[in-house]
Structures are given as C-alpha cells and as structure tokens.
Nanobody, 124 residues
Framework: QVQLVESGGGSVQSGGSLRLSCAAS????????MAWFRQAPGKEREGVGS???????SYAVSVEGRFTISRDNAKSTLYLQMNSLKLEDTAMYYC??????????????????WGQGTQVTVSS
C-alpha cells in the first residue's frame, strides 16, 4: 500500500525558512515523478514544483529562487526547502506521486498518490 507522509510544517515569520519532508513507502520511490502542491483556503490546489526520476526539477514562478525541491531515493524521502517565506505562502502543503518516471506537468490530475498534508503558516 502506497503511503506518503508529510512533516515539517509549522508557523514562521515572514522571511523565515521551513523544510518539509515527505516519507514514501509501498512503492519504488526512485522510479517515479514526485511533486509538492499547496492549497490555501478558498483557492485551487497549486503545483509548487516537481522532480522526476532523473532529478530534473520544475518550479512554479511564484516560488522559483526561494524554494528548493530535492529527493533522497535511498531514504524514499522528498524534501521542500522553503526560504524567504511570504504571507502568500500560507497553505496546506501536500506531496504527491505520479505513476510515471517523467513529470508531465504540475497539474494535480497528473498525480495519483497523495499525502495528508502539512500546514505552513507565515505571519508578519
């Protein structure tokens, strides 16, 4: 059974940093595209960034230069390092796994497995 478990969320002041983790189990983690999404109240789920099985990364414009995605295939863990956090980064953050090695897009419909989410709250 595939499981994705996020951790590392919390409250931070604007300009601060957080590192999210997503522990995967139940499948061959290193083989598949992984992504981070976020959803703020009243808004659609937004793809933050993705990383394919070869390590190629794509970011949303809104986070490029501030967020860094990485993966440790030996630990079956996906990471999201978030720096220079802004108020508008406040959201529930989810990790997701596709069933392809390549990442076709950052659309939620392309991802098959989802974690339960971890809350990130940025305050002024």
């Amino acid at each position: 059974q595939v499981q994705l478990v996020e951790s590392g969320g919390g409250s931070v002041q604007s300009g601060g940093s957080l590192r999210l983790s997503c522990a995967a189990s139940g499948y061959t983690f290193g083989t598949y595209c992984m992504a981070w999404f976020r959803q703020a109240p009243g808004k659609e789920r937004e793809g933050v960034g993705s990383i394919n099985s070869m390590g190629t990364i794509s970011y949303a414009v809104s986070v490029e230069g501030r967020f860094t995605i990485s993966r440790d295939n030996a630990k079956s863990t996906l990471y999201l390092q978030m720096n220079s956090l802004k108020l508008e980064d406040t959201a529930m953050y989810y990790c997701a796994a596709a069933r392809t090695s390549g990442c076709r897009s950052r659309l939620a419909s392309e991802y098959y497995y989802w974690g339960q989410g971890t809350q990130v709250t940025v305050s002024s």
